[in-house]
């Protein structure tokens, strides 16, 4: 499986990896974009099966992101992974069609629910 | 820890967020300690430091203070580099803004929304806040006996 993680920050790119690892989701293919706009393109480059996106990104957030894929026909996987976990955001996520939210700060456990459902 | 008038958050609450973000990014060694300093006090000098803004239903400003030596060393651990690595200043400046993002987006979802959370602002130095701005909650912590102050300020006059 490939995953695609969206996030400016290089650090979290990494805790991200590091948590997918931990949560029995290693082994899989990682493509990494620095925002959506990057996400955006990705997709469309290298087909991935499931995006794991921030919501704060500066070019492109997280939502936009999500508006643009579903507004251009991608049916791919997409789940949010942001410091925002409150239930509007989470209806917003929703509505836009992301599979889930995990919120930050996570542990592996929460990764592993979210994953369950998409992989 | 101090709580000054102006609505806001409570302390207890920004507390059990900073000790929840340290905690994932750190497990047991995450375990911050809370520190007594006087209202007023400027924090530490040689820190870093980061603010992030909160528009909407609440309005206000969160900021997470940090010891320079802390910041190195919470970098290396959240990028698990190797023993003989050190952090570079990109590394830091990331590491410490996405500190305040996760700590800023927990505090958001505390306040009434719809509101949404600016993209963090990281400094080499302390935190300045505009003659607008009051302060509504101080939480000040050490981690392995390096200072750490997470503040939240709002528009003067109490959140608009």
Redesign the interface.
Known sequence: MKILIAD?????R??VI?TLRQAGHGGHEIVEAENGRQALELVRTEAPDLVLSDW???EMNGIDCLSALRASGSTVAFGFV?????E?MRERAASAGAAFLI?????PEAFDDALRGVI | MTTAVHEGPGSEDVLAVAE??W???LGEDGMLVPRAVPTGTPFDTAAWSAATTISGGWQGVVTVELAEALARRL?VR???LPADQTATDS?VA??V??LV??????V??LMP??ST???PAVAAGRAAFARDAALACRVDLSWLDAPVRVSVHVPLGGPR
């Open positions: 400016d920050s290089r650090v979290m990494q805790i590091r704060n990104m500066p942001t410091s925002e976990g409150s509007e919120a930050k700060p996570f542990t | 929840d973000v905690m994932a990014l970098t959240m990028l698990a590394d990331d590491a803004g996405e993002n996760m700590v800023g987006g927990n958001k979802s929304g719809p959370l600016s993209l």
